[in-house]
């Protein structure tokens, strides 16, 4: 027995095979777009014949790294500087520091508290061989008080590897940290300090000034000890906020307040079954007529044109350039 | 004609691609599993390494495609000491799967490359507290989508129970795991006995999931040389593993655990919480009480058996008012009961049983051609193993593996396909599960370890109409490998739309063994 579908039936029918295909919206927005990273800027500088010819400031033996041991501790600033390495007979195995012990804070008028390695290696290069350190190091949960004398260094300190960050949610930019020419020039530690190496487009930060290049020295008047100081205050900072970015450009220190950027809204699907339909997702829209009838579909790329769902017209960009008149 | 000849010009499939991914120097694979973290949609492989010799040297390699198919390191994620486990699962629906990383506080998102930081996603009390020094474990069973809602939800086991998190769509920025229960799991539960093993007698830490359960066990001791070295601390804590099904045919998945006397039952709310206690607490027909212990074949388990969408019951128990040994299997489906408490009814009758000679292990329910009705899976070993063992008269035991169809909820009275193993007496685990289809048929291939030093995929067969097929194993393997003794075989989960693969993780490389 044969029964007829009704329009009612037909529509809910559409209505109810739109909502299955309905897609999942996305939990969090998508990363900026544009993203501009000049590919001189891509390595840092070799400026090792430079280094080697900085004042060398003097010698610990410790060795130090980030503290963050857990991922609970990787969620704020860390505390502290943990001691990877001693060298036998160095002023740090005399004063007692072992492997694995936490130096938290350097007692002197005002005590300094440690959070990054690049604040221990502006020590050791600040601090006159003979003067006297005196410590806090925490070692298995108790705190102890060490007093070590650093003799003067005769070699420079081992090259660190550089390491890239990036931010793409809210100002969209990557940092590498700076090389030690760099970051003594801004009178930071080595492993201290942040260039800006990649930008997006539309990064609020490139209307505020800032530009590729630049070493961002401190924000809010905190140093850049470490290139993620800057993208931990871009993420914690209020919407609609600013931030204060020292920056370091050709030798001179210029100041700078960049706005923390809100994203723009905009409309990605629209449906009406079975009359309208149009769908954008990042660079491609599709736009639709009566089921399907005329279908308009474009990207940065190309477009189609879909007529009674068989008759096509399809173009975009061609595999050759351009003649470009001079 | 046209698809003859372009049948003869397609070129020929490779039945298996075996890749190698040599590992560096100095470092050994502890797990291998597959996950699209750029949602290109060829997935990654994912490596769990560890550094000889260094404890908590510990990180994660992510391999990716290239051109031609070929593998390459493009990232190692290092692992900090608090890390106990890992999974991955697309959260954030859409852009790929994310990384998860659980310690002993909570669950944190992994984002990688030059964003590396963590995101905390939810803080519990993750039931195995410290993390091994050699190895973090992948549980990827904790992230699933419970509600439906295309979300993937977080399932983390705590001393006491599980917690639950939901994404929901209507989640504020930032904080999309708004929904969050506690299920605590009643006392009875709680009667585990604290294991002997070697790493607790020297004091050191174990986790396990096995016998249905999530255990811990901790103990330090006294550094003093000999055996007799006391316990200074001995720590043990115990869940029972968690049957996510729905119970109540509503759509979503429910949580159901069954601990030594009781099944007990938390239903999911439309708002997506699950209560502190459970709804319903059924009293189990076949308890596990201290007699039982020594009952090798008991199992109990959880699944849809009719696809009607509610969760039904077996339970599997060694017959002592049979002078024989012998095993029952005993099926409890929610459809049979007409009156009294669901599933076990009033009087705890099955709706149907099953008996078989001899002892039972490894019970699995997994529907193997397609059609929705999980079929059965066990292993069933001689009435006379324990005279066998005793006499040492052979070198070997033999195991039987065998296959009950269900054809529309209702499990075959026979067994559908029987093959018989010699498995040595020495310490090896036969290993035989049927891992998905490789052929194209319909139906899922039978993975063998039955040797020590080779790995086998054994064809299953369907012959005769579709309605009245009978089903064999083809002993000729359809492919097998020569591998090392003490190489380890994952299997992971299948992903869809692709053929099912292998891993297989020995000194210095893993392979990976792609079929179809």
């Known amino acids: 027995m044969s029964r007829r579908v009704s329009a009612s039936q037909l529509a809910l029918a559409c209505w109810l095979l739109a909502s299955s295909c309905a897609s999942e919206l996305p939990r969090r927005s998508p990363p900026l777009a544009g993203m501009d990273e000049p590919l001189e800027r891509i390595a840092p500088p070799d400026d090792e014949a430079a280094r080697q010819a900085l004042p060398k400031g003097s010698f610990t033996g410790a060795s130090v790294g980030d503290a963050r041991q857990s991922l609970d501790a990787m969620l704020g600033e860390p505390e502290g500087v943990v001691v990877q390495a001693v060298v036998e007979n160095s002023p740090a195995d005399a004063a007692g520091i072992e492997v694995g012990d936490l130096i938290l804070e350097v007692l002197r008028e005002p005590p300094i508290a440690l959070h990054w390695p690049s604040e221990w290696r502006r020590l050791e290069l600040e601090t006159e061989p003979g003067a006297k350190l005196r410590l806090v190091i925490d070692r298995a949960g108790a705190e102890r008080e060490v007093e070590l004398v650093p003799v003067a260094r005769v070699r420079s300190a081992e090259h660190e590897a550089g390491q890239r960050v990036r931010e793409e949610e809210r100002v969209g930019i990557v940092l590498r940290t700076a090389t030690e020419v760099e970051a003594r020039a801004a009178a930071l530690g080595p492993g201290g300090g942040a260039v800006v190496v990649g930008l997006t487009r539309e990064s609020p930060w490139r209307e505020a000034g800032v530009a590729f290049g630049d070493l961002i020295r401190a924000v809010d008047g905190v140093e850049v000890a470490h290139p993620a100081v800057v993208v931990d205050a871009i993420l914690s900072g209020p919407e609609d906020g600013e931030l204060e970015l020292e920056i370091v450009r050709e030798q001179a220190l210029v100041t700078l307040r960049a706005p923390l950027s809100r994203r723009e809204q905009q409309v990605t699907e629209i449906s009406l079954p079975p009359l309208f339909s149009y769908e954008k997702e990042r660079d491609a829209s599709t736009t639709s007529f009566l089921l399907g009838f005329v279908k308009y579909e474009s990207t940065p790329a190309a477009w189609r044109l879909r007529l009674v769902w068989l008759f096509a017209f399809a173009g975009g960009d061609a595999d050759r350039l351009e003649i470009v008149e001079r | ?516």
């Open chain 2, 1 to 516: 004609m046209i698809a003859l000849l372009a049948a003869l010009q397609a070129p020929a499939r490779e039945f298996s691609r075996i890749q190698t991914l040599a590992l560096d120097a100095g470092f050994e694979a502890h797990g291998a599993s597959l996950a699209d973290l750029d949602g290109d949609g060829a997935p990654e492989v994912l490596l769990a390494l560890h550094e000889r010799g260094k404890d908590f040297s510990r990180s994660i390699e992510v391999w990716k495609s290239g051109a031609g198919g070929a593998l390459s390191r493009a990232e190692r994620i290092p692992l900090t000491p608090d890390v106990v486990a890992f999974a991955h699962a697309d959260l954030r629906a859409g852009g790929g799967e994310e990384l998860v990383l659980f310690n002993a506080g909570g669950a944190f998102l992994w984002l990688r490359g030059e964003n590396a930081r963590p995101e905390r996603i939810l803080e519990c009390d993750f039931l195995w507290q410290t993390a091994d020094p050699e190895s973090a474990f992948e549980w990827s069973e904790g992230l699933r989508d419970l509600d439906g809602d295309g979300f993937t939800d977080l399932v983390v086991p705590e001393p006491g129970g599980f917690a639950v998190a939901l994404q929901r769509r209507s989640g504020v920025q930032g904080a999309p795991w708004g929904v969050v229960s506690r299920a605590r799991v009643p006392e009875d539960a709680s009667d585990e006995p604290i294991w002997e093993s070697a790493a607790l007698r020297r004091g050191g830490m174990e986790h396990r999931e096995s016998n249905g359960s999530f255990s811990i066990g901790l103990s330090t001791r006294e550094a003093v040389a000999g055996s007799d070295a006391a316990d200074l601390l001995r720590v043990s804590e115990h869940v029972p593993a968690p049957f996510w099904l729905d119970w109540d045919a509503d759509g979503d998945l429910d949580l159901v655990l069954q601990t030594p006397h009781a099944l007990h039952v938390w239903t999911l709310t439309p708002a997506g919480t699950l209560s502190s206690a459970p709804q319903l607490s059924l009293s189990l027909p076949v308890v596990e009480d201290t007699a039982r212990e020594l009952d090798a074949s008991y199992s109990a388990h959880v699944v849809d058996l009719d696809a009607d969408g509610r969760a039904d019951c077996v339970i599997f128990a060694g017959d002592k008012r049979s002078e024989d040994v012998r095993t029952q299997g005993l099926f409890f489906t929610q459809a049979a009961v007409r009156e009294a408490a669901p599933l076990f009814g009033k009087d705890g009758r099955p709706s149907s049983l099953l008996v078989f000679a001899g002892f039972i292990s490894g019970p699995t329910f997994k529907d193997l051609d397609g059609d929705g009705f999980p079929e059965l899976t066990l292993r069933a070993v001689r009435p006379d193993l324990i005279d066998q063992i005793r006499s040492a008269s052979t070198e070997s035991i033999d195991s039987d593996l065998y296959v009950y169809r269900n054809r529309g909820g209702v499990l075959s009275r026979q067994p559908d396909v029987v093959r018989s193993h010699a498995i040595p007496l020495e310490a090896f685990q036969l290993r035989a599960e049927f891992f998905g289809d490789v052929t194209g048929d319909g139906l899922s291939e039978l993975f063998v370890r039955d040797d020590p030093e080779h790995v086998r995929v054994l064809m299953l067969r369907a012959q005769g109409p579709k309605e009245k097929s009978t089903w064999s194993l083809l002993e000729k393997p359809l492919w097998e490998l020569e591998v090392g003794e003490k190489a380890r075989v994952q299997i992971p989960p299948p992903r869809k739309g692709s053929k099912p693969s292998l891993f297989i993780l020995e000194a210095g490389h893993v392979l990976w063994v792609r079929f179809g």
